[in-house]
């Protein structure tokens, strides 16, 4: 990768993260999101946090770098770890520590924008007609860096003081580590990403990749935002 590509890459990325952080209606004002609009939030984030595995599963399966695929296995992998409770049953953990009961859990459906979202994060994984392996991999991998991993660290960060705060969950299993480690995630999936621009069109796959991804959390948390 050359010194060009990987600077117009890391500013474009920075750009996409300093508008998610500072710019989104609903993210910048979690702290005073009335407590069942914050709650239905939640409900409708484990839709997607539930398509992690299925997302990654699909990724390996159409990915042509070795590397690529080695590494989205290994994320992929830490979802389920041994003698330990599945991220999935963290997430509840951490849901019914709130106060929010199995019932309402198990009942909540998906909202139309929620499954949108979830087929906008299946066409960041799915090739294209006419698109080449290598663009593909850098596509697929940089849009699975922002959306499934840089993005949802970023929201966590955001996330945990309105917990801690407002609903007392101070050893959270679920959100406080996934902020820490799904970050260590994005940083791995990124220097992958750097292994895989060789020229113009790989850098702009990537590009594009980076803003399907920031454009699906976009999405899934716009939802939310009432005037």
Known sequence: ???????????????????????????????????KQFEELLLQQR??????????????CFLNSKEARKVVRELRLEEYPARKPSHRQDLFTDL??????????????????????????????????KESAEEYDARCLAGLEMAEEKLVAETYEV???????????????????????????AKKLSKTV????????????AKEGLEKGFQARWNFYLQFYST
């Open 96 to 129: 019914a520590s709130m106060g929010l009961s199995k019932e309402r859990i198990a009942l909540i459906a998906p909202t139309e924008q929620t499954r949108q979202v979830i087929e906008d994060l299946y066409a960041i994984v799915r090739p294209r007609i």
């Open 47 to 60: 839709f997607l946090s539930f398509q992690f595995t299925p997302l990654y599963d699909e990724a390996e």
């Open 159 to 185: 996330i945990l003081p309105r917990l801690t705060r407002g609903y007392g969950l101070k050893e959270s299993v679920f959100f406080q580590p996934h902020a820490a480690h799904d970050d260590a995630h």
């Open 1 to 35: 990768m050359e010194n060009k590509h990987k600077e117009e890459l890391y500013l474009h990325k920075m750009n996409l993260l300093r508008k998610y952080n500072h710019d989104h209606p609903v993210l910048s004002q979690i702290g005073i999101l009335p407590d």
């Open 194 to 205: 750097e292994t895989l621009i060789q020229n113009d069109s790989t850098l702009q796959a």
